[in-house]
C-alpha cells in the first residue's frame, strides 16, 4: 500500500514581495514531498503568509487564520502554519493568542520551512524566531503568477524610516541582492517562458547603495536586458528623490524597459512630507513629473497617497487634490493614514478622525476614477499591444479575451477586454495587437487586429 502524501495550500496575503517569499517556500515545501492543492478545505496542512503592513491588511490575515481554526476545529483540515510579516511583527503575542496555530514562523526560518511542516505533520508545534536580517533572498521559487511573467525582488528591508510606516521593524534594514545572483535568476525566469519581470524591493530605487556605494538600479537593469527571451521590464516601488539622470537615460535607452514607473509619492505638501521623514515638497515633484513626461513622452506614472495624516488640514488635503489633478496620474492608488503601534507618527497630537481620513480617500479615489475616464476616452481608435491572460466565455455574446498593455501592471491596474477571432488560437502569454474601439465602466475594449 502506497504511504499517504500529505496535502498542503498556501494563502499569500499581501504585496508582491510577500508573494516571492511564499514562492521560494513552495518550492522547498515541495523538494521535501509534500502534494499541493489550491483550495484550503482540500489540504491537511494550510500555511498563510501573512501582510502586518496597515490595520486592514492585518484584519484581514486574522480573518483567514479564524476561518482555519473554525476548520480545523470540525476536522476539515490538521495543521495551521503561520508566517510572514504578521508572525514576525507580533511574535509572542501571536503565539499566545491563537493557541490552535501549529506553527508560527518568523522571516530567517523560512529556509527551514520543509522541515517545519514535516514536524507539524508529526504532531509538533514549532515557535521559531531568528534574526530577520538573516532571512535569505536566494533559491528556487515555484512561480505563483501566470506562466508569462513573474517578480524579481532585488532587495529585502527598508532604511527610509517613514514615520508612519512598520517594515524597518518587521523586515530589517536594508539589503541589495548581488546584480550576478539577480540576473542568474532572471536568466532561469527567462528560460521558463517568462516574458515580464517586474522589478521589487522596499524602495526599488535604493537599489546597491548597501552593496556597491551607488545606486546601481541602471547598472542591474542593463545587464537585465542582456537576457534573451525578456520582452518587458517594469519597475515598481521607485522613491521619488533616487530617481536619477541615470535611470531615467536607461529607460530611454533600453526598449525592454517598459515606460511604466511606479513612484510612492505620499503626499505632496511639504510640511506633511517633512512629518512622515520622507524627502521633498510639490515643488520638487511638479518639477520630477515634469521632468519624466519630457524625456520619457507616453510614460505612465503610477502613485499612492495618503489621506489624513495626523495634522492634514483641510487646506493641506485640498492642495493635495489639486497636485493630484494638475499631474494626471495615469495610476493612482489611495490608503486612509492607518495608527501603527511602534511608530512615531502613532504617537502624533492633531490625530485625524478615522471618518474624515476615509472621506477625504474615497474623494481622492473619485476624482481619479473620473481622469481615467477621461484618458481611456482619448484612447478609443488607437492601436496598442497586449499580453493576453484569459478568455471569459461569459463576458459578451461569444466571450472576450482579456489582457495587459505595458500601461497595465499585473494584479494592480486592471484589464484591457477584446475579441479576436477563434482561428487565431490565441494562449495565455501571446503578444497580439488590437485597436480600442469602446470604453465600458472604466475598461478599454477591443478588438484584435
Not at 525582488?153 to 523586515?171: E, F, L
Request: aromatic fraction near 8%.
Amino acid at each position: 500500500m502506497s504511504e499517504k502524501i500529505t496535502k498542503v495550500a498556501i494563502v499569500s496575503l499581501g504585496c508582491a514581495k510577500n508573494q516571492v517569499d511564499a514562492e521560494q517556500m513552495m518550492a522547498k515545501i515541495a523538494d521535501k514531498g509534500f502534494a499541493f492543492v489550491q483550495e484550503p478545505g482540500l489540504a491537511d496542512i494550510v500555511l498563510v503568509n501573512t501582510c502586518g503592513f496597515i490595520q486592514s491588511a492585518k484584519e484581514e490575515a486574522i480573518n483567514w487564520i479564524m476561518e482555519l481554526i473554525d476548520l480545523k476545529n470540525e476536522g476539515t483540515i490538521k495543521h495551521i502554519v503561520v508566517t510572514g510579516c504578521l508572525s514576525e511583527r507580533y511574535r509572542e503575542q501571536f503565539v499566545e493568542e491563537f493557541p490552535e496555530v501549529d506553527a508560527v514562523v518568523g522571516i530567517s526560518d523560512y529556509g527551514r520551512i520543509g522541515d517545519i511542516l514535516q514536524q507539524v505533520d508529526n504532531g509538533e508545534q514549532v515557535y521559531v524566531f531568528g534574526e530577520k536580517e538573516a532571512h535569505s533572498m536566494e533559491g528556487k521559487r515555484i512561480i505563483s503568477t501566470l506562466p508569462h511573467y513573474a517578480y524579481l525582488r532585488v532587495a529585502d528591508g527598508c532604511d527610509n524610516c517613514c514615520t508612519h510606516c512598520a517594515i524597518p521593524q518587521i523586515r530589517g534594514r536594508f539589503r541589495s541582492r548581488k546584480i550576478e545572483d539577480i540576473v542568474e535568476e532572471a536568466k532561469l525566469l527567462a528560460a521558463d517562458g517568462v516574458k515580464e519581470l517586474i522589478v521589487i524591493a522596499q524602495d526599488t530605487t535604493r537599489y546597491g547603495l548597501d552593496l556597491y556605494g551607488k545606486l546601481a538600479l541602471p547598472d542591474l537593469l542593463d545587464k537585465l536586458c542582456e537576457i534573451d527571451g525578456l520582452k518587458w521590464i517594469r519597475l515598481l516601488y521607485c522613491y521619488p528623490e533616487r530617481i536619477t539622470d541615470e535611470l531615467i537615460d536607461c529607460m530611454k535607452r533600453q526598449d525592454k524597459i517598459v515606460k511604466y514607473l511606479d513612484i510612492p509619492m505620499q503626499h505632496c505638501d511639504g510640511a506633511i512630507l517633512k512629518k512622515m521623514n520622507r524627502k521633498g515638497d510639490e515643488k520638487s515633484l511638479r518639477e520630477l513629473v515634469a521632468k519624466l513626461r519630457r524625456e520619457i513622452p507616453g510614460i505612465t506614472l503610477r502613485t499612492t497617497f495618503i489621506t489624513g495624516f495626523p495634522g492634514e488640514t483641510e487646506e493641506q488635503f485640498n492642495a493635495l487634490g489639486e497636485f493630484a489633478e494638475d499631474m494626471r496620474f495615469e495610476r493612482m492608488g489611495c490608503f486612509a493614514y492607518s495608527e501603527e503601534e511602534g511608530t512615531p507618527a502613532a504617537n502624533y497630537p492633531d490625530m485625524v478622525d478615522e471618518n474624515t481620513r476615509e472621506h477625504r480617500k474615497d474623494i481622492l479615489e473619485e476624482q481619479q476614477d473620473t481622469r481615467v475616464a477621461e484618458l481611456y476616452d482619448g484612447m478609443i481608435d488607437t492601436e496598442m499591444e497586449i499580453v493576453v491572460e484569459g478568455y471569459d466565455k461569459y463576458l459578451a455574446e461569444g466571450g472576450l479575451y482579456f489582457g495587459r498593455s505595458a500601461m497595465f501592471a499585473p494584479e494592480i491596474d486592471g484589464m484591457i477586454y477584446f475579441s479576436a477571432p477563434k482561428e487565431m488560437g490565441l494562449k495565455i502569454g501571446d503578444f497580439i495587437n488590437i485597436r480600442i474601439f469602446d470604453v465600458i465602466d472604466n475598461n478599454l475594449i477591443g478588438e484584435a487586429i
